[in-house]
Structure formats: structure tokens, C-alpha cells
């Protein structure tokens, strides 16, 4: 079985990509802080007849991210589709005219700081298998800034031109990364904006491996 890690799990779209990917003969690599919460979307997926295994990690100790990931490779297998998608709301957004060093910092360690970690563990075997993939999720404010997300929008704006890169770089290699910028609030009540909607949207990146990038709108109200 092809195998997928979700760095970032949780209960809303992580639970539900994972399911789109089980569709479609996936195994699946649960990645978040804490496992018994992870043990639990496991179960719920093995109910569903989709195999998945949880893995804790805290996306802000990038040790701990290579750690978890090696140990995935070494209980399951190859990882054929890397998903990256983690939020961490003890992070403050902050106005535009209000971003500083130092409440800027700690959102790119957290996003671009743990989508290397992430991202450059599972490359390189991938490069030498010359396949694989990576799908980087972002909100909105990465492409379209949102002024009261000013801090947020540099470190996520960051993270896409990385995966932007990647892609041009990577395809002569057989390896796909894509970016999935979300302007939306997911699950808020608009019908193309509820969890499985757009978990359907990135599994559809995989599958026809051609866009570099999907700006996904759907406004509530």
C-alpha cells in the first residue's frame, strides 16, 4: 500500500485528507503533539477500513519531526506523499503595521522552520526513488494578504515561493510538490468549504500532479 503522513492531524481537514487518501488505497501516518489524540483519529479511521498509525511530534522542536518521521519510514515503509498542514493558535496574528522581529519569528520557526525539518527528511528518498510527493497547505493570506494576519501572512507567503521552488526544481525528478493556499473558513457553513470539500481538492493535486499551485476560495456569508 502506498503510504501518506499528515504533519498536523487533527480532528477538522487533516482527518478528512487522510480519508480521501484512504479512498484511494493509502495507507495512512498520523503527525501531531499528542498521541493519544492521534490513537483516537486512528481508530476512527480503522473503523472506516482505512490502516493508520499515529506519531507525536511538536512541529516547534524540528528534532522531534525528523525523529517521528524516521520512525514512520522504519514501521511502515516509504512515505509517497508527504502533507504538511500544521496550526498552532498559542501563535498571535498580528495587524500589518504592527509586525516586529519579534513577534514575527516565532511564526516562521514554526512554518518554515517545520516544513524543512519535515520536507528535508522525506526528500531525499524520494529524489533517489525518483517519484513521491509533497503538498504544502497555507491559509489564503500567502497569495492575497490579509492585513490583520501581518505576521502570519510573511512566514506563509515564505513557505509557498519554498514550495513554488521545489516544484519547479523537483519535477525534472519525477518528485511533485504543489502548494494549497485556503481562503476559506473551514467547516464555517459555506458548502465548498466544509473539510471533505477541500480535502477532495488536495487529493486531486496528487492525482493529476500537474499544478504548482491551488488558491482555493470559498467565502462564507
Known amino acids: 500500500m502506498p503510504l501518506i503522513t499528515i504533519i498536523g492531524a487533527g480532528p477538522g481537514l487533516g482527518l478528512e485528507i487522510a480519508r480521501a487518501f484512504g479512498r484511494r488505497g493509502f495507507d495512512v501516518a498520523l503527525v501531531a503533539r499528542t498521541q493519544s489524540k492521534l490513537d483516537s483519529l486512528a481508530q476512527t479511521l480503522a473503523g472506516e477500513g482505512i490502516t493508520a498509525h499515529g506519531f507525536a511530534a511538536d512541529i516547534s522542536r524540528p528534532d522531534t519531526v525528523t525523529a517521528a518521521l524516521r520512525s514512520i519510514t522504519d514501521t511502515l515503509g516509504p512515505i509517497d506523499v508527504l502533507e504538511f498542514s500544521p496550526a498552532d493558535p498559542s501563535l498571535t496574528p498580528v495587524d500589518v503595521l504592527e509586525v516586529t522581529m519579534e513577534n514575527l519569528q516565532p511564526q ?35 497569495i492575497s494578504p490579509m492585513p490583520f494576519l501581518g505576521n502570519v501572512n510573511i512566514a506563509a507567503a515564505g513557505l509557498r515561493n519554498w514550495a513554488l521552488n521545489l516544484h519547479n526544481a523537483l519535477q525534472p525528478k519525477g518528485v511533485y510538490v504543489a502548494h494549497l493556499g485556503i481562503t476559506a473558513l473551514i467547516g464555517g457553513g459555506h458548502p465548498d468549504a466544509e473539510p471533505e470539500v477541500i480535502a477532495e481538492a488536495l487529493a486531486q493535486l496528487h492525482d493529476e500532479r500537474q499544478q504548482a499551485e491551488l488558491h482555493y476560495v470559498a467565502y462564507n456569508g
Do not use: H, N, Q, R
Open 108 to 142: 516562521i520557526d514554526f512554518y518554515l522552520g517545520g516544513a524543512l525539518a519535515a520536507v528535508g527528511t522525506v526528500l531525499p528518498d524520494m529524489i533517489a526513488a525518483g517519484k513521491g510527493t509533497v503538498l504544502i497547505t497555507t491559509g489564503g493570506g500567502s
